[in-house]
């Protein structure tokens, strides 16, 4: 029987180049979605699928990503003296959402070596991944579907998403042969194809893997810029011990682009009773004047 995953690793040590000037001072984990920093929304995800321990792979300049999930006693006074008890609760449940540990990454040497600063703490477990970038609104949290997906079929698992044909350059694709409807046993994975990728499906954050994976990264040659690739051990568990794809039930917005951030905040902005209806009206407005 497969080990629970109680652990997930959220690499978080990029320096958001694309949200520059706001990225000077703030990082880009924190921005909001309407008024929720997008790792919140993260940490949120892995909590509501049971997992118990996140561990925030950080960067110089990054601790209040960290403070963001510690009590803040002198606000919580100053709402409670004000009667605003269900914000003050609002703003402690955020201190309870997961255990929370943090690891440096002293430098920027990619994704696979981003997930390999968590191996000690990780141990000898299944883990989880998850990138902040990729935000997945689903009614079943987009990691539980991997986690059910990983104690069904005991291998690895990769979120896959069918994108155009003439977008896979944009992402690592899968391919291999369909174990039913949803799951996909992986064959290979190439990142980024320049033509004749073997097929539609994209490699989207979210991962649920072996702890041998961890093996797998010290093995893997660095690339241009010295960068160690995540994808690279994927390829070699994939072979060695099988990996599975998993088709995610639910919309997933690209928070680390910038016009995929604003469809994520007009989009969660919807979902809620005390902005849409102003929210509507006014992009009807904007609509109609064209």
Same mark, same amino acid.
């Given at each position: 029987?497969?080990?629970?995953?109680?652990?997930?690793?959220?690499?978080?040590?990029?320096?958001?180049?694309?949200?520059?000037?706001?990225?000077?001072?703030?990082?880009?984990?924190?921005?909001?979605?309407?008024?929720?920093?997008?790792?919140?929304? $993260?940490?949120?995800?892995?909590?509501?699928?049971?997992?118990?321990?996140?561990?925030? $792979? +950080?960067?110089?300049?990054? +601790? *209040?990503?960290?403070?963001?999930?510690?009590?803040?006693?002198?606000?919580?006074?100053?709402?409670?003296?004000?009667?605003?008890?269900?914000?003050?609760?609002?703003?402690?449940?955020?201190? *309870?959402?997961?255990?929370?540990? *943090?690891?440096?990454?002293?430098?920027?040497?990619?994704?696979?070596?981003?997930?390999?600063?968590?191996?000690?703490?990780?141990?000898?477990?299944?883990?989880?991944?998850?990138?902040?970038?990729?935000? $997945?609104?689903?009614?079943?949290?987009?990691?539980?579907?991997?986690?059910?997906?990983?104690?069904? +079929?005991?291998?690895?698992?990769?979120?896959?998403?069918?994108?155009?044909?003439?977008? +896979? *350059?944009?992402?690592?694709?899968?391919?291999?042969?369909?174990?039913?409807?949803?799951?996909?046993?992986?064959?290979?994975?190439?990142?980024?194809?320049?033509?004749?990728?073997?097929?539609?499906?994209?490699?989207?954050?979210?991962?649920?893997?072996?702890?041998?994976?961890?093996?797998?990264?010290?093995?893997?040659?660095?690339?241009?810029?010295?960068? $160690?690739?995540?994808?690279?051990?994927?390829?070699?568990?994939?072979?060695?011990?099988?990996?599975?794809?998993?088709?995610?039930?639910?919309?997933?917005?690209?928070?680390?682009?910038?016009?995929?951030?604003?469809?994520?905040?007009?989009?969660?902005?919807?979902?809620?009773?005390?902005?849409?209806?102003?929210?509507?009206?006014?992009?009807?407005?904007?609509?109609?004047?064209?």
């Amino acid at each position: 029987m497969a080990k629970r995953v109680r652990k997930c690793v959220v690499p978080a040590a990029g320096l958001g180049t694309r949200f520059l000037p706001a990225t000077k001072s703030v990082p880009k984990e924190l921005l909001p979605i309407v008024d929720t920093p997008t790792l919140q929304y $993260i940490v949120g995800e892995a909590a509501h699928a049971g997992i118990e321990d996140v561990i925030l $792979i +950080t960067a110089r300049g990054k +601790t *209040s990503m960290v403070d963001h999930f510690d009590l803040s006693p002198e606000l919580e006074e100053t709402l409670l003296a004000r009667g605003k008890v269900a914000e003050r609760n609002a703003l402690r449940a955020i201190s *309870s959402m997961a255990r929370l540990s *943090s690891v440096r990454q002293h430098e920027a040497l990619g994704l696979g070596h981003a997930v390999l600063q968590a191996a000690n703490l990780v141990g000898d477990e299944p883990f989880a991944v998850i990138l902040g970038d990729d935000v $997945i609104d689903a009614e079943v949290p987009a990691i539980a579907q991997l986690v059910e997906c990983y104690e069904r +079929t005991g291998m690895g698992v990769v979120a896959l998403m069918e994108v155009p044909v003439e977008e +896979t *350059s944009l992402y690592g694709v899968a391919a291999g042969e369909m174990i039913d409807e949803r799951t996909m046993r992986i064959d290979h994975m190439v990142e980024k194809p320049k033509s004749d990728p073997p097929s539609n499906l994209a490699v989207i954050g979210r991962y649920v893997l072996p702890s041998r994976v961890f093996d797998y990264l010290r093995e893997v040659k660095p690339g241009v810029g010295g960068e $160690i690739q995540l994808t690279d051990a994927l390829a070699m568990l994939a072979q060695r011990e099988g990996l599975v794809g998993y088709r995610f039930e639910g919309k997933r917005y690209d928070a680390g682009d910038r016009l995929g951030y604003l469809k994520a905040n007009v989009a969660f902005a919807l979902k809620r009773p005390d902005l849409r209806d102003g929210l509507l009206a006014w992009l009807r407005e904007i609509v109609e004047q064209g």
